[in-house]
């Protein structure tokens, strides 16, 4: 019997880029092969008798850093893969939302995000949660700001973490690929009591055989925030 149940897992897909380069490919390539991984999480997630939710660290806050033609791929990739998994989501009864700043896309990105959020919006086996321009720091900041703008001047941990977006959520367990062992700017306020797992496997070499593996480690744990 696990001892804890797993209903949110948050994933730090990273090494994309490293598995291209190992194969002497672009590096667009391994995002390419990321993007069918990200099916296959989802639709073992969408299965799974205790998770409920899936929140999968697509592009920070930081990522603009990068050169202009891997940012600008990574834009037109994320237009594809929501066009083509839409019919994923609705075969696996799969909700999808976006969180982040999503004003620094283009308008025709923002207008699929919106479409697919509301054409899964009454599916319910799981929510799949895809971060984008997404950073922990904004989020919280963004947060503070809205709570000053109804008129408080100081506020509660339940006026934060209702007025964050993803509100309804402390994570599990967090899930980083790539053999880096850091939060990168990933939902700081949510990850405060989250259990974490570093897998050496790079993203698009991971599948959902070695999540079962991991998820069935974190059922062993013994969570005690901070009780006995
Ligand atoms: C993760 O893979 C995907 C994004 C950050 C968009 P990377 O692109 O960071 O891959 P590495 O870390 O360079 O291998
Ligand atoms: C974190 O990966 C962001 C995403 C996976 C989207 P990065 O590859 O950007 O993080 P750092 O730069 O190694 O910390
Ligand atoms: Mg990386």
Redesign the pocket.
């Known amino acids: 019997m696990p001892k804890t149940a797993l209903k949110h897992l948050a994933i730090i ?7 291209a ?1 190992q194969r002497g490919l672009n ?1 667009t390539k ?2 390419e092969k ?1 993007a069918e991984i990200i099916r296959d999480i989802t639709t073992y997630c969408a299965k799974h008798p205790t998770v409920e939710t899936v929140t999968f ?4 806050t930081e ?1 603009w850093k990068r050169p202009k033609l891997e940012v600008d791929f ?1 834009m037109k990739l994320l237009d594809r893969y929501l066009q083509k998994e839409l019919s994923t989501y609705q075969d696996n009864n799969v909700c999808f939302k976006a969180i982040g700043d999503l004003d620094a896309f283009s308008p025709k990105l923002q207008q699929r995000i919106a479409l697919t959020e509301e054409a899964t919006q009454n599916n319910t086996d799981l929510t799949h949660i895809l971060a984008l321009n997404y950073g922990g720091r904004a989020e919280i900041t963004t947060a503070v700001n809205s709570l000053m703008k109804e008129g408080k001047t100081t506020v509660s941990e339940e006026d934060i973490s209702s007025a964050l977006q993803t509100p309804y959520s402390n994570i599990d367990l967090l899930v980083r690929t ?1 053999g ?1 062992e850091r939060i990168s700017n990933f939902l700081l306020w949510q990850l405060s009591y989250a259990e974490f797992y570093f897998s050496q496997t ?2 698009p070499d991971f599948n959902a055989e070695e999540l079962n593996e991991i998820i069935e480690d974190f059922e062993q744990r013994n969570r005690r925030f901070g009780g006995l």
Do not use: I, Q
């Not at 660290?57 to 920070?60: D, L, Q, V």
């Open positions: 897909m990273d090494g994309n880029g490293r598995w380069e590096r391994g995002h990321g660290y697509a592009f920070s990522n990574l790539s880096e790079l993203w």
